[in-house]
């Protein structure tokens, strides 16, 4: 009889046809949550013309989603370890597909507001989820540019949001209700869910469901050749956890890391739904018309197909610490430019670094909290480090929203971002690299 270590033979795998259909199919279903959950900065605009609405008051209906997110984060994080990977992303997607799409029949404020919450309890569900399934399913080397490239489905979501708003709300001048009607679609995904996304290995080993070990590691690595009597095991981080809760995340030397990753997470959502959320509006009280806003709010996610790679390529062979706070850096020094009024070639320039950063940050950010917990603790991790960075995705709406409620000058405005940037830096600089947690105990 065998004793298998099913996550060190994944670890040392090679990059596959089932990694790369892993990996698609986390993206996609990424994709469309990141419509869901960025789509409010596009019909921001319209809600508040003509007086309908103050920012402020759009500020706080943009971050009721985001007050939901903190519930979802920590709700769905937890019961991924319980209730397996599969399940958890079909019950995300249904809450937050169907309430969604009824925004769009909301015909008050406390009713769109509810929808709203209700939405982003599910949308917040499924980014820790898939980032905890890839940083399983992945082979150690490439891990975290694998995992930074699959949160790219966030900006490719707001991507989608904004030519979705291009186009219903620019080209055909249909009503704001419709880009909500399109957040019914989502629904389908919930097939390609069950069909190609794992559970855990922790889940199948407490299922005693040996047939599924053997099959998926037959897929991640071809040479190893089942037997019958073998018997599987997960790596571990030190000694065991008794089982995932709030409190495993503070066991002996993982206090400050948590803390730490924990305002990591908040700096980085509140700088990236601040500035989706407002980008839009900033832009048209400099004398842009929506269109023009709209492209500059797309050249700041567009920046993410190339941050996320390159900023998980310089995790990879810098350390996570080393990486994430260069591109900090270079954020809080690229969005300050931009509050400086600069041309409009020169500004959708500097918006596309700035997205360059933060949102290769972000991916990154996620394999690095991911990587510093153990398998079996590692949804609750995720789902508590997410609700820490939904606060920010909160108040990132809100502090925009009152900023220019104040008139405080665009320069200002940016710079509240800018110094966010600034503040993750030191964050992630009293952060601890934990090496030992990949290595096979």
């Not at 270590?5 to 259909?21: G, P, R, T, V």
């Not at 409010?40 to 013309?49: H, N, S, Y």
């Not at 008050?108 to 898939?130: D, E, K, N, Q, Y």
Request: glycine letters at 10%; one cysteine or more.
């Amino acid at each position: 009889m065998r004793t298998i270590n099913a996550n060190e033979l994944i670890d040392k795998s090679k990059f596959n046809s089932y990694f790369l259909l892993v990996f698609l199919t986390c993206t996609i279903i990424r994709l469309f949550d990141g419509y869901e959950m960025n789509m409010f900065g596009v019909v921001i605009p319209e809600l508040t013309k003509n007086g309908q609405m103050t920012a402020t008051q759009a500020g706080l209906l943009a971050s009721y989603s985001f007050i939901g997110m903190i519930f979802g984060s920590i709700l769905f994080g937890t019961l991924n370890d319980k209730i397996g990977t599969r399940h958890s992303i079909a019950i995300c997607t249904i809450v937050y597909a169907c309430f969604t799409g009824l925004c769009g029949f909301a015909n008050s404020h406390l009713t769109f507001a509810v929808c709203r919450f209700i939405a982003g309890v599910g949308i917040a569900g499924v980014m820790p989820v898939l980032t905890a399934v890839l940083a399983e399913y992945s082979p150690k080397k490439y891990r975290a540019m694998i995992i930074s490239t699959a949160t790219l489905g966030a900006p490719g979501g707001a991507i989608m949001a904004i030519g979705t708003g291009m186009l219903l709300l620019g080209h055909y001048g249909m009503d704001w209700r419709s880009m909500f009607y399109v957040g019914f679609i989502p629904l389908f995904m919930i097939i390609i869910n069950y069909l190609w996304v794992p559970n855990s290995m922790t889940y199948y080993l407490k299922k005693r469901d040996k047939n599924s070990i053997r099959e998926i590691l037959a897929k991640t690595t071809p040479e190893y050749i089942p037997q019958l009597d073998d018997e599987y095991e997960v790596r571990l981080l030190g000694k065991k956890v008794a089982k995932a809760s709030f409190i495993s995340l503070f066991q002996k030397g993982l206090v400050m890391n948590t803390i730490m990753l924990w305002l990591m997470m908040f700096f980085n959502l509140f700088i990236i739904f601040g500035l989706n959320v407002w980008i839009p509006k900033l832009m048209m009280g400099q004398g842009y018309n929506l269109g023009s806003s709209l492209i500059i709010m797309l050249m700041f996610n567009v920046g993410a197909f190339i941050g996320m790679p390159l900023v998980g390529w310089a995790a990879d062979r810098w350390g996570y610490r080393r990486a994430i706070m260069t591109f900090y850096g270079f954020m809080a020094i690229v969005i300050a430019l931009c509050g400086t009024k600069p041309p409009y070639e020169f500004l959708m320039a500097m918006l596309f670094c700035a997205g360059t950063a933060i949102n290769g940050i972000q991916g990154t950010a996620s394999a690095y909290v991911a990587v510093s917990y153990p398998p079996e603790i590692r949804g609750t991790a995720m789902g508590w480090a997410y609700a820490a960075g939904r606060v920010g995705g909160a108040f990132g709406p809100i502090v925009g929203g009152l900023a220019i409620t104040m008139n405080f000058s665009f320069m200002s405005t940016l710079l509240i971002w800018a110094v966010g940037a600034a503040i993750g830096v030191l964050v992630v600089f009293l952060t601890k690299e934990q090496p030992s947690v990949d290595a096979v105990k």
